[in-house]
């Protein structure tokens, strides 16, 4: 979704990327927290997709094609973009204290976003990173 957002592609959203934040946590915290949960081998929204929910099959996870900069199909490959697009969801919400941190594009917004958690409540303070390769150009 957000290199279809990069590329001003998602018609419901028509920002920029900047200000769309990640909320970092783990499987393992999840699952500590009870929480009822799943993960794909692909989109979601394809027939072909596997939900599945045991944590042995991770590696049923094209885990080369995620890390990957490229996006496109290939010749070789027709149905790389729908692997890259593999997602691990959670039932209805999930905790604050599952999370481990933040993160963000650039210096401004993490300036925001601890100022943020830090009027709403100092209990909430979570550390915020910037990841600016987890965006797109």
Request: aromatic share 10%; proline share 4%; net charge neutral.
């Amino acid at each position: 979704m957000l290199a279809a957002i990069s590329r001003q592609r998602v018609d419901a959203y028509q920002g920029e990327q900047d200000p769309i934040i990640y909320l970092v946590s783990t499987v393992q915290r999840v699952m500590d927290a009870g929480l009822t949960w799943c993960f794909t081998d692909g989109h979601a929204l394809e027939r072909v997709t596997s939900f599945l929910r045991d944590i042995s099959d991770m590696d049923r996870v094209d885990w080369a094609v995620i890390a990957a900069r490229q996006w496109r199909n290939t010749d070789d490959d027709p149905h790389r973009m729908r692997r890259k697009q593999a997602e691990f969801l959670v039932h209805k919400s999930v905790p604050w204290q599952v999370f481990l941190g933040v993160a963000v594009r650039n210096v401004n917004l993490k300036q925001r976003v601890e100022e943020l958690l830090a009027s709403v409540d100092p209990g909430l303070h979570r550390p915020v990173a910037i990841r600016p390769k987890w965006y797109y150009d």
